[in-house]
């Protein structure tokens, strides 16, 4: 099992660029997240999703935009990339809500 | 006050030495507990569930105290691969809230 993979591994934005990261397990997990994790703020919820075809807000939302419309893929889009949005963003699945968490190894961006 | 608050750190330890790290949440309703790992420039890893009575994994223990609102997480005989940053993780509803994350260096 290769359990949770993200792509790309790095990108570099100019602003108002769009772009998508695409998160995939396949460990049959229900629930899928998308985090950022910026210094000294500790990971962040943007996303997540409770199975196939559903999605719901976090804590951070605004400028994010997700779709899961496989239950094995979980993608999160920037429409207008802004500085503020440079970040590490982590993906995650759990196979219940209560369940430990199996994180991605994550995707740097940079916004110029 | 933020959801999850731990020990800023850093913690830097020699070999051998034991350490204990805090956490604190203001949320009564949280349900699950957890410590993570995270290596630097890596993503994080489930060390350890946090239950009421109290649990052991080799020379890793943690301690909830619900009353409170406090975790912790002790490590004993530490080893330099023990250097890491640990993160306190709450659950209710639907959210797992991280907290900030302790430094530790174990030096040789």
């Known amino acids: 099992n290769a359990g949770v993979t993200q792509t790309p591994k790095f990108r570099v934005l100019k602003t108002g660029q769009s772009m998508t990261l695409l998160c995939a397990q396949d460990?049959?997990?229900?629930?899928m997240y998308w985090y950022r994790q910026d210094p000294g703020m500790g990971l962040r919820l943007i996303h997540y999703s409770v199975g196939e075809g559903t999605t719901a807000k976090g804590e951070v939302p605004d400028g994010y935009n997700v779709s899961r419309l496989k239950k094995q893929n979980f993608l999160l889009g920037l429409e207008s990339a802004a500085p503020s949005q440079t970040s590490v963003y982590f993906c995650a699945s759990s196979y219940e809500s209560y369940y430990e968490q199996y994180f991605g190894p994550g995707t740097r961006l940079t916004v110029t | 006050r933020k959801e999850v608050e731990q020990d800023p750190g850093p913690f830097n330890v020699p070999e051998g030495a034991t350490v204990a790290f805090n956490c604190t949440y203001s949320?009564?309703?949280?349900?699950?507990f957890f410590w993570y790992r995270q290596d630097c420039r890596k993503e994080p890893k489930l060390l350890m569930s946090?239950?009421?009575s109290g649990n052991e994994d080799g020379r890793f223990t943690a301690q909830l105290n619900r009353a409170s609102q406090y975790i912790s997480l002790l490590i004993r005989d530490s080893k330099l691969s023990d250097s890491a940053t640990y993160l306190c993780v709450v659950k209710y509803g639907q959210n797992f809230v991280f907290g900030p994350g302790t430094r530790l260096s174990v030096l040789p």
């Open positions: 946090v239950y009421s």
């Open positions: 460990m049959n997990h229900e629930y």
């Open positions: 949320n009564s309703a949280s349900q699950s």
